[in-house]
């Protein structure tokens, strides 16, 4: 009964051509694992490949090479070899990399952030913290191409003994965290006593996950014993002012800029208080 409401709602609202079109992608989904726009985004990957070679041209990480080896967002290539991933987050750590010297990434994916930050020298040492053992080998690959793996130290599991390790041994420190949901689980008082002299950034998943309202104002009530909270959200990208994008037609050079996210995301920023 749900899903014939739910097709009476599509057909009434946008009509019975884009009901049947709908259908018909998701039988191919269904068959070959594929749709149109996984099929765009692919063709747009690999143009941009074509163009960037794999290097990172534009923003505070240019120059950083990224591997074939992809685990990680492989959609996302375009807006980092052009320097507009989370650009707001970019321009967040190097203007706290003055106060700054270690830089420690929970859920560090490739190793965008934990190897850029030292490639660019924003940070002198880095923590790049990953369960995933592919994203492990993959953040490895990535530090060996850009020569900086002895100043990065690549673990698994963060948690209150590896976080009070790496306060102990490198001092205050910024923290970047996405760990798709978990950081409710990860951040508590414990934690956030250990981090009490570090700034912290935490992109927040409770926006599409279930019954997380409740754990998201828990952890920003603990965290404001100890600190200052600043929400930031992303800013759009410009994306007409790249000249290698210039012959591209606008639905690519949009989608180009897409990372695929379900809704608008939000991050919180803590600044300790002492």
Known sequence: MKSVNKAMHLIKNYGLKYYFSRLILRLIYKFFSIDHMSLTKEKIRVDANSIFKNIISYGPFKGMILSDQVWWGKYDLVSKYL?????????????????????????????????????????????????????????????????????????????????????????????????????????????FKILNKSTIIIELHDSFLKNFSEKRKKMISLAEKYFEILFLERTSPNINKFKELSTWNDDDRMLAFSEGRPVRMEWIVLTPKT
């Open 83 to 191: 320097g507009q991933y989370e650009e707001h987050v970019l321009l967040k750590l190097k203007s706290l990399s003055s106060h700054y010297t270690h830089f420690i990434d929970i859920g560090a994916g490739d190793g965008y952030y934990s190897v850029g930050v030292l490639k660019s020298k924003m940070y002198s040492t880095s923590t790049a913290f990953e369960i995933s053992k592919k994203g492990r080998e993959v953040i490895k690959i990535n530090a060996e191409l850009n020569n900086i793996e002895k100043n990065l130290k690549i673990k698994e599991e963060a948690n209150e003994l590896e976080i009070s390790k790496e306060i102990e041994k490198h001092g205050p420190s910024v923290v970047l965290c996405d760990i798709e949901g978990s950081e409710f689980d990860l951040f508590d008082e414990k934690i």
